[in-house]
């Protein structure tokens, strides 16, 4: 009977021991830290299967009985200022979904605009952009809440129309992706009697598609997150993070630290679920900055 | 292709759609940085009656000279936070670079590492501050080491807090930047990197002068956009402290002072002083900018974006 043959890792091959050996080491310590992040996730996993009093008493103990209906009871409980987890699941997507969605179109557009036409001023976008970027502008926030509460856009599901900005680092992204796209295709298409917008909409969007779905979805992660913004500008049309964080506030007249920690994990599974489906999506099409030589 | 061409006549769809195009993102940055900017500037030199005046400076002044004050406490703990995020960029680019490099589980890695960007920072910081709450071991283990009466409760007390909100930002951004730095060292043609192998090139060799110097326009305008967010440089303070017991830092501040005066008709005269505060900070960040980017002009010319 012949021995089986025992194949190295592809990661290993072509290596010296002595890299092989700081690949392990490597890997070992990422893997305490990536344990770290899973058990964080796990803990809040238990803490929603256990009573209030446990989870202050005993942080670290198993459950004596797995109250698995939190995570059921969340769907009813979890309340702040009238408002349940389907309104703050609504304000949620409306927020992130809508607000994401209509900057990045916008950008992409702006983007494409200033990079395929030339016109007086096409070039100040992205200088405008640069400086923005290097010479950061601090303390606006007291007269930027002012101008929102001024338009009305505190407290209303208007304010989703603050995202009309083209002015950020994602048009960096998009001008470097039109950029390096030829402009033949645009110009069969002219010859075909297609006009700027037959040629946007239908030739050059759809091959932004990769680069739009890498940043939607990291930008759409970053707003389903955030908890700043809308704590100032939408208190009282609390999303998710808000709803979470204003249901904290108010723990001491509800000693409900169960349904706050089972809430933490069913909000964040819709976020994980999208990540692993689109990583390599997302780690793949975004870069900034080019290669020399 | 250009909108106007001389002597031809103007293609009014053209013109159309890059009104179209432009019309929106041009409002908006008019309306929200450009206006909201210039009224932050008349704010600065505002007093609490509306009368044009240098009280708000002379305030932020006699704060700075205020051992005890929440500004002087901010600029300090700013100051220290950015030291720390500038002495761990190298390390955060390597993380990217050992997952690109694929050390064992680096596809896993790759998942798993973006689980702080994608638990709610709001879920984070709450199960974090019942993992080290007094009954847990994180502040039992604490309390043996120092040889304490009793589990110190480490957001709650000055001798611990800030040390803990530091050690909170370095376990969530041990990662770093995996997507930008992934995207682009996997844009390093790959011959390259295998004539370099044939060669006999280590690991740190092969970092150090081949991949660095080849993504280096990436490095240049990272480290250019670091030092210019360097008023931006904070822990999670606002969920972990609130800025309490020494923990706060300027964009903590300047979020709190929003964030305790939202829904108050009476403002009294915070944002004024807040966009004294913040006109002083853009000063000081613009010479830091300005001197980085001078010292890394050469590379900077060499972006490509």
Redesign the interface.
């Known amino acids: 009977m012949s021995k089986p043959k025992l194949r190295m ?3 290993f091959r ?1 290596k ?1 021991k ?2 092989i050996a ?3 080491f ?2 070992f310590i ?2 305490l ?2 344990a ?3 058990y ?2 796990l ?2 996993v238990v ?1 929603g299967t256990k009573t209030h009093t446990e ?6 103990s198993l459950p004596q009985e797995w109250h698995w209906e939190h995570f059921l009871d969340v769907f009813s409980l979890l309340e702040v200022n009238g408002k349940n987890f389907w309104d703050m699941l609504f304000n949620s997507i409306y927020f992130s979904v809508g607000a994401v969605g209509l900057q990045h179109i ?2 992409m ?2 983007a ?3 990079t ?5 001023g096409s070039e100040w ?2 200088v ?1 952009i640069l400086i ?16 929102y509460k001024a338009l009305g856009m505190v407290d209303s599901y208007s304010h989703i129309l ?1 995202a ?4 950020s680092m994602n048009f ?2 998009y ?2 992706c039109f950029k390096s796209m030829s ?1 033949s295709y ?1 110009e069969a298409a002219m010859m075909d009697g297609a ?3 037959v040629i ?1 909409g239908k030739v050059m969007m759809p091959m932004a598609k990769p680069i739009f779905g890498a940043l939607f979805l ?1 930008g759409w ?1 970053g707003i389903w ?1 955030n ?2 913004s809308a ?2 500008y939408l ?1 009282n049309i609390p999303t ?2 808000v709803g ?2 204003q249901f ?1 506030t108010e723990m001491v007249y509800r000693a409900r ?1 169960d349904i ?2 089972a809430a ?1 994990v069913i ?2 599974i819709p ?2 679920v999208l ?2 489906a689109f ?1 390599r999506v ?12 | 292709m250009e909108v106007f061409r001389k002597g031809k006549p103007i293609n009014k769809r053209r013109v159309l759609f890059v009104i179209c195009c432009c019309i929106l993102p041009i409002i908006n940055w008019l309306i929200f940085y450009v206006f909201a900017n210039v009224s932050s500037f008349v704010m600065a030199f505002t007093d609490k009656d509306g009368a044009l005046s240098f009280e708000n400076f002379v305030r932020f002044w006699e704060e700075l000279n205020n051992p005890v004050s929440d500004i002087r406490i901010a600029f300090r703990n700013t100051f220290l936070t950015f030291g720390i995020i500038v002495v761990t960029f190298p390390l955060k680019v390597l993380v990217s670079y050992f997952i690109y490099k694929k050390v064992p589980l680096a596809g896993v890695y790759r998942i798993l590492f973006f689980l702080p960007s994608i638990i709610f920072s709001v879920a984070l910081a709450m199960i974090f501050q019942k993992m080290i709450s007094v009954n847990g071991f994180i502040a039992q283990w604490v309390q043996d080491w120092l040889n304490l009466s009793q589990p110190p409760e480490l957001l709650a007390d000055s001798r611990f807090a800030n040390t803990v909100v530091i050690l909170h930002m370095l376990w969530l951004t041990f990662p770093g930047d995996l997507i930008i730095w992934g995207g682009t060292f996997t844009r390093i043609p790959n011959d390259v990197l295998e004539s370099a192998q044939i060669d006999g090139v280590n690991w740190w060799k092969e970092f150090t002068m081949i991949t660095v110097p080849m993504v280096w326009p990436t490095v240049a305008l990272q480290m250019v956009l670091m030092f210019c967010g360097i008023f931006g440089a904070s822990g999670a303070v606002f969920l972990l402290t609130k800025g309490m017991y020494g923990t706060m830092t300027i964009s903590a501040w300047m979020y709190l002072q929003l964030y305790n005066l939202t829904g108050s008709p009476h403002t009294s005269n915070a944002y004024n002083y807040m966009s004294a505060v913040g006109l002083i900070i853009t000063v000081i960040a613009i010479g830091i900018s300005l001197g980085i980017r001078k010292w890394t002009d050469k590379a900077f010319e060499e972006v490509e974006f």
């Open positions: 890792p592809k990661s072509r010296s002595g890299e700081l690949h392990i490597v890997s990422f893997f830290v990536a770290s992040y899973v964080v996730f803990w809040a803490a989870i202050v008493i005993n942080p670290f916008v950008t557009s702006f494409y605009c200033c395929k036409y030339k016109f007086p976008p992205y405008i923005m970027l290097t010479l950061p502008l601090y303390g606006s926030g007291g007269a930027s809440y002012r101008i603050s009309l900005s083209g002015f960096l992204y001008r470097a402009w645009a006009d700027d917008f946007y990291t992660l997150n908890y700043e704590l100032i208190p998710l993070p979470i964080y904290n630290l706050l920690f933490c909000i964040s976020a994980i990540f692993i990583n997302i780690t793949t099409n975004v870069s900034l900055g080019g290669i020399k030589g």
